[in-house]
T-cell receptor, first 113, second 112 residues
Framework: DAGVTQSPTHLIKTRGQQVTLRCSPK?????VSWYQQALGQGPQFIFQ???????QRGNFPDRFSGHQFPNYSSELNVNALLLGDSALYLC????????????FGDGTRLSIL | SQQGEEDPQALSIQEGENATMNCSYK?????LQWYRQNSGRGLVHLIL?????REKHSGRLRVTLDTSKKSSSLLITASRAADTASYFC????????????FGQGTTLQVKP
């Protein structure tokens, strides 16, 4: 049973570019959350998707957007990249029916030059 | 923004010793969770304690919660080299919707 998978594992972009990160949730999970983790810090919540809609959003600008597909997979898009967007981007999935722990992927390491 | 602080930021011990790390948070909560992160990997859920619980055990892990002080502690007994990782506490605020608010983490090194 595959866990949460994220692609790509590493990505290098330059300032001003746009990037799309992808996440496939654990089998049976219908909710996907995205987190940004700067070096040496704890993860910060970006947003959460359920039933193909953004259900919650953290304190991130509109440059960060997302999508959830009918198969529950999700994308995170970041426009107009800034040097400060360099971080590990983590995807976590869970099941909406009753409390269950979130399962995290190994993340995408995004470096902005 | 981060939920609170974790203490200490870094901890180095010998195999077989116990490791204790502390977490403080700012808002009311439904539950508090602890996660482990190995270098370059994702987070792994360790244990959850609900706001009406004071102590919980899971294998070599013991978690305590003091809601009056808005603090929690994680004790790892008889530590092993494989326990080397960063440990984070996370709360859901009071929303119970899965939005986790993480602390800054404690980096634990267990020397063989």
């Amino acid at each position: 049973d595959a866990g949460v998978t994220q692609s790509p594992t590493h990505l290098i972009k330059t300032r001003g570019q746009q990037v799309t990160l992808r996440c496939s949730p654990k089998s049976g999970h219908d909710t996907v959350s995205w987190y940004q983790q700067a070096l040496g810090q704890g993860p910060q919540f970006i947003f959460q998707y359920y039933e193909e809609e953004e259900r919650q959003r953290g304190n991130f600008p509109d440059r960060f957007s997302g999508h959830q597909f009918p198969n529950y997979s999700s994308e995170l898009n970041v426009n107009a990249l800034l040097l400060g967007d360099s971080a590990l981007y983590l995807c976590a999935s869970s099941f909406s029916g009753g409390w269950q722990p979130q399962h995290f992927g190994d993340g995408t390491r995004l470096s902005i030059l | 923004s981060q939920q609170g602080e974790e203490d200490p930021q870094a901890l180095s011990i010998q195999e077989g010793e116990n490791a204790t790390m502390n977490c403080s948070y700012k808002t009311s909560i439904n539950n508090l969770q602890w996660y482990r992160q190995n270098s370059g990997r994702g987070l792994v859920h360790l244990i959850l304690i609900r706001s009406n619980e004071r102590e919980k055990h899971s294998g070599r892990l013991r978690v305590t919660l003091d809601t009056s002080k808005k603090s929690s502690s994680l004790l790892i007994t008889a530590s092993r080299a494989a326990d080397t990782a960063s440990y984070f506490c996370a709360t859901d605020g009071s929303s119970n919707t899965g939005k986790l608010i993480f602390g800054q983490g404690t980096t634990l090194q267990v020397k063989p």
